[in-house]
């Protein structure tokens, strides 16, 4: 009777270990070797290079702005608080470890609107000229 409940017990255990090896097993697999997972993580990477390049042209954008004074230093802020908007929710939609396709569409949906904002204030005819005096 002893050895009947030991046995039992044991190959309980055993049991419970193989189920709880091949849990770890099926959940490595599904992170790292499925297909479509794997697609996913390397879309994602292709969506964050491109989210990245045009960030950092616009930025170039705003720098040469502000270097030749085709933008007034609140329309840099202004530019500079829009890039900073965009970068928060690129962090956020990054916290899940993806960003998926409908957070790259508002990604670059807001990266659109930026690029009109920098080109509208860039040719606005407003320009920042040193001690307020106008070319003759």
Same mark, same amino acid.
Request: aromatic share 6%.
């Given at each position: 009777m002893?050895?009947?409940?030991?046995?039992?017990?044991?190959g309980?255990?055993?049991?419970?270990?193989?189920s709880?090896?091949?849990?770890?097993? &099926?959940?490595?697999?599904n992170?790292?070797?499925?297909?479509?997972v794997?697609?996913? @993580? =390397? *879309?994602? =990477?292709?969506?964050? =290079? &491109? !989210?990245?390049?045009?960030?950092?042209? &616009?930025?170039?954008? !705003?720098e040469?702005?502000?270097?030749n004074?085709?933008?007034?230093?609140?329309?840099?802020?202004?530019?500079?608080?829009? =890039?900073?908007? !965009? &970068?928060?929710?690129?962090?956020?939609?990054?916290?899940?470890?993806?960003?998926?396709?409908?957070?790259? *569409?508002?990604?670059?949906?807001?990266?659109n *609107?930026?690029?009109?904002?920098?080109?509208?204030?860039?040719?606005?005819?407003?320009?920042?000229?040193? @001690?307020?005096?106008?070319?003759?």
């Amino acid at each position: 009777m002893k050895t009947t409940l030991i046995k039992t017990r044991l190959g309980m255990l055993m049991l419970g270990g193989l189920s709880l090896m091949a849990t770890a097993a &099926q959940a490595d697999w599904n992170r790292n070797g499925h297909p479509q997972v794997r697609h996913a @993580y =390397q *879309q994602s =990477q292709a969506y964050s =290079q &491109q !989210i990245n390049t045009r960030q950092a042209r &616009q930025m170039d954008r !705003i720098e040469a702005g502000n270097h030749n004074g085709s933008l007034t230093r609140h329309e840099v802020r202004d530019l500079m608080r829009e =890039q900073h908007e !965009i &970068q928060a929710m690129e962090r956020h939609f990054r916290a899940d470890g993806i960003i998926d396709a409908r957070e790259f *569409q508002r990604l670059d949906h807001a990266l659109n *609107q930026a690029d009109r904002n920098i080109r509208a204030e860039r040719h606005d005819r407003q320009a920042r000229y040193a @001690y307020n005096t106008r070319p003759r």
